[in-house]
């Protein structure tokens, strides 16, 4: 750079910073689900806020959700349906705005909704209504001004600097941002950016740097709600195959977690729900280098005493039927040779004549078929993401401990729950809760 570039640079910024900058009480960085939830919550009583997202559209990742029919929130509420390092906190702030807040929320907004088995869904069964009803709330309000396709390239705290390329401290009691569109501040700010899961709904883990540099520690993010991957040499031959299962997870020589649901398999491994709830705890084994496999129950109705009673019944009474034909009382045709096969039986193989190692080999082939997991699909698959912003940073309005005036939210927190509505409801509860916060502490100062 010669001389007159330089010169012009330093030019524009002095010209930069000698414009008046744009003051709201509250910014909040990300228009997803917590970020629209937080948005309503404190634009209201004269207070000016300002939502900013990268994205032309506000809450588009909300139209992915439970295979585009929004899966809003679950009525069965346990507290091991959310992880967390910390699940006290996550119990507080549940206790705060839970279930019934949630629909009361859904309802004022005009989303009127239809349960299934606990499941809620909006009555439509479309995400999209879900998220006009948020949009529209959101910009008939004056307080509050939308920023699309904006990003936020830098925060700092009252104090705090932008980092090595910044020339000073903030001096001010307002949180600075430099984003696309110019310089602003605000009195609060709520980081509501979302996860790394869902890339190309904007998810690229900015809001992680944005949490590291305004001084908090961030747990290392990992994909969760995934499918797992294993090398296993049929997998190819039973693509698309789905059984209803029990599925026991093993890392190492430890149990570590069990499912009973739909197994759908792939030619890369396995999916589906059940799948899905353990692939937290197999990931972060992977990623450890433990060693993960499956125990794959594929009679999850029966007993083994019960499988073993049924396969000596069906012995006696038709002795020259196959091996094949009897799995295929139970199985599908791509499945059942696969099963015969690790228990080292050939499909001809007449049931009669077996001995009672190979009828013992059958039993647990079909009761404890064992799959060893070597990978996972990454965040373009993943539902969730795992890990962030731990809670004991936190109070549980999700103000920081460290700046006062500082929220986190949602997926960026280190709370990740299962499928069902879970991380919907988690969205929706930090989102509000930080808002409602935010607009108490603006009133206050």
């Known amino acids: 750079m010669d001389g007159k570039q330089a010169g012009r640079k330093r030019y524009r910024r002095k010209r930069e910073e000698r414009k008046p900058l744009k003051n709201y009480d509250t910014i909040i960085v990300g228009a997803g689900a917590s970020g629209m939830a937080a948005a309503l919550a404190c634009g209201q009583k004269g207070q000016k806020v300002l939502l900013i997202d990268k994205l032309s559209q506000m809450g588009k990742k909300i139209l992915a959700t439970g295979n ?93 600097g932008f980092g090595i390329c910044d020339r000073g401290k903030n001096t001010h009691n307002r949180f600075l941002l430099q984003t696309t569109r110019g310089k602003v501040e605000g009195r609060s700010l709520i980081v509501a950016t979302g996860g790394l899961a869902g ?24 994909p969760a709600l995934t499918a797992l991957t294993s090398s296993a040499s049929f997998l190819k031959k039973i693509k698309g195959v789905r059984t209803k299962v029990r599925i026991v997870l093993y890392i190492g020589e430890e149990k570590a977690g069990e499912e009973k649901g739909e197994l759908q398999w792939t030619d890369y491994g396995i999916s589906g729900v059940a799948v899905f709830q353990l692939s937290r ?37 038709y002795p020259d039927r196959t091996a094949l034909s009897f799995a295929q009382g139970f199985f ?68 920081s401990r460290f700046h006062p005036g500082l929220f986190f939210t ?17 969205a929706f509860s930090t989102g509000t809760l930080a808002g409602r916060a935010a607009l108490v502490r603006n009133l206050s100062v």
């Open 68 to 160: 585009g029919k929004c899966n809003l929130t679950n009525r069965k509420q346990q507290p091991e349906f959310y992880r967390s390092e910390n699940d006290e906190c996550v119990q507080a702030v549940l206790r705060q705005f839970g279930f019934p807040e949630a629909m009361e929320l859904f309802h004022d907004l005009g989303i009127f909704t239809r349960e299934q088995n606990g499941y809620i869904y909006p009555y439509s069964e479309q995400a999209s209504c879900v998220r006009e009803a948020f949009e529209t709330e959101i910009l008939s309000r004056k307080e509050i001004t939308f920023w699309p396709e904006t990003v936020v390239s830098h925060a700092k705290a009252p104090g705090l």
């Open 199 to 222: 890339p190309s709904f904007g998810c690229d883990g900015d809001g992680y740097r944005l949490a590291e540099e305004l001084g908090h520690r961030v747990i290392p993010p990992f």
């Open 281 to 317: 705890f197999a990931v972060a084994a992977l990623r450890k280098g433990q060693t993960v496999r499956l125990k794959i129950d594929f009679l999850p109705e029966y007993t083994k005493e019960e499988t073993v009673r049924l396969l000596k019944k069906v012995q006696k009474a």
């Open 332 to 399: 599908s045709a791509k499945l059942s040779p696969v099963i015969l096969r690790e228990a080292k039986i050939m499909p001809e193989e007449k049931i009669g004549n077996m001995s009672e190692n190979k009828s013992e080999e059958l039993i647990e082939a079909m009761k404890n078929f064992v799959l060893r997991i070597n990978g996972y699909k990454e965040y373009d698959k993943a539902q969730v993401t795992a890990g962030g912003v731990p809670l004991s940073g936190l109070t549980d309005q999700m103000e």
């Open 410 to 426: 949602g997926e960026l927190t280190d709370v990740d729950g299962i499928c069902g509505g879970y991380n919907l409801q988690w």
